[in-house]
């Protein structure tokens, strides 16, 4: 389904605006576990947010990046998949609250399917700070190093 150019939109057909295009986002299910792994938490009310650098040149005026997780323990497929667009509209209409070359992944929490675009934007903005001084502390990609692998049972 082609989307039509309406009359008074800011932008132009083609030109970068406010779309979210698929570099945007953290797609990958290795980007996702290496920035669980790696990045740093800030916890907010509905959600965890964890935070990592881009390595080299990117760390400082790269994109930014955005992922969404949410498990079925949170809500149905359709739940999941409205607090993940809801997540996006928010990253998408507000990228300068959120630091600048960095991988930012929400991890949804329990209550996040019933928030609408406002909720959401109030604890975003609300935990700007934190986020920034996450970022700050965070380790670049290539600089992470991998966790030793959990061994089988526990130690005696």
Avoid: W
């Amino acid at each position: 389904m082609a989307l039509l150019h309406m009359e008074g939109s800011r932008t132009r057909p083609g030109e970068r605006g406010e779309t979210l295009r698929a570099t945007d986002r953290v797609k990958k299910r290795g980007q996702f576990l290496d920035v669980q792994t790696h990045g740093r938490r800030v916890q907010l009310r509905h959600f965890v947010v964890v935070v990592q650098r881009h390595a080299g040149e990117d760390a400082l005026t790269g994109p930014t990046r955005v992922g969404v997780t949410v498990t079925k323990k949170i809500a149905g497929a359709v739940g999941r998949n409205r607090v993940k667009r809801v997540v996006r509209e928010v990253f998408r209409r507000n990228r300068e609250r959120f630091p600048a070359g960095c991988d930012v992944i929400f991890i949804a929490r329990d209550g996040a399917d019933a928030l609408d675009y406002a909720t959401v934007l109030d604890e975003v903005t609300s935990s700007e700070r934190a986020l920034r001084a996450a970022a700050a502390r965070a380790p670049t990609a290539s600089t992470s190093r991998p966790r030793r692998p959990r061994t089988e049972g526990r130690r005696s």
